[in-house]
């Protein structure tokens, strides 16, 4: 049926028709190289797909797997009676999805600079907004049989506070860190070292001492009998469970991380 071919449907309906797609894409960025900054990306796309096509054309992100390709999902095999009209309708709206991505905000060279090279690389030969898509989209995902475009280890080496950021903001600047990890596939030493990271930044802190003291002692027993192996066995206490140690204490003061990285350790630091 017809309705199986979203695309093909749409055609039809003056509400979802060919000029109308580059506005329901208008204002997605890609904002990194990071695993993440794609990820959000590919599904910011997918669901304003869904809002223009009136259903989900194209899997989410985690859902991806190496033969996702737009055109494998859009467009029945030959002998199937959509065949060419779905083509049609694919080039179509793949032509207007190309436009969309060559507009000069969808991409920059300043907040992603290896996805940029990768974007001008395939421009060249690549005609369809969906493909063009694709090709960047896998390439720099390992899942999809891309190659991660950044190391994590130096990112997580200088986490730390920034001047005047609150509790909160180290928190979720150190999740979104954690889900670059787990999205990326990585083994469990990088998230082991951030949340590492994460207690030594708040131990600095005296007046913390009592609510982190049994995660403080639980992280150094395990670096002591996992020594040779940190990167391999996962230390169980969350970011979460850290984050959540601190609110529990109750300290109404608690809300701010001062400025210094690393923090330093004083009586009087407003936390």
């Not at 309705?3 to 894409?25: C, D, H, Q, T, W």
């Not at 998230?191 to 001492?209: A, E, M, T, V």
């Amino acid at each position: 049926m017809e309705g199986n071919y979203p695309m093909v449907a749409a055609l039809s309906k003056k509400e979802s028709r060919p000029g109308k797609l580059i506005k329901n894409l208008e204002g997605s960025k890609l904002k990194g190289d990071m695993i993440i900054c794609i990820s959000e990306f590919w599904d910011t796309l997918a669901i304003k797909f869904t809002a223009h096509f009136g259903k989900l054309i194209l899997p989410l992100y985690p859902d991806l797997t190496p033969s996702s390709s737009p055109s494998s999902i859009l467009v029945p095999d030959v002998g199937n009676r959509f065949h060419d009209r779905a083509k049609e309708a694919y080039a179509i709206y793949g032509k207007e999805c190309l436009t969309f991505l060559q507009q000069d905000d969808f991409i920059t060279q300043e907040a992603s600079p290896i996805a940029y090279e990768k974007f001008i690389a395939h421009s060249v030969t690549v005609n369809n907004g969906f493909d063009l898509l694709w090709k960047i989209v896998s390439s720099l995902s390992p899942k999809l049989g891309g190659h991660q475009p950044l190391s994590l280890k130096d990112p997580v080496d200088k986490f730390g506070s920034i001047p005047n950021e609150q509790l909160t903001e180290l928190y979720v600047r150190a999740s979104r860190l954690i889900q670059e990890i787990v999205i990326s596939n990585d083994t469990p030493g990088q998230s082991n070292f951030l949340k590492g990271r994460f207690i030594d930044i708040l131990w600095k802190y005296q007046r913390l001492h009592h609510a982190l003291n049994t995660i403080y002692q639980g992280w150094n027993k395990f670096k002591r009998l996992h020594q040779n192996n940190l990167h391999v066995t996962q230390f169980k206490t969350t970011l979460e469970d850290i984050y959540t140690a601190i609110i529990d204490y109750g300290d109404s003061n608690s809300s701010f991380v001062p400025s210094c990285s690393p923090p330093l350790a004083t009586d009087d630091a407003i936390i």
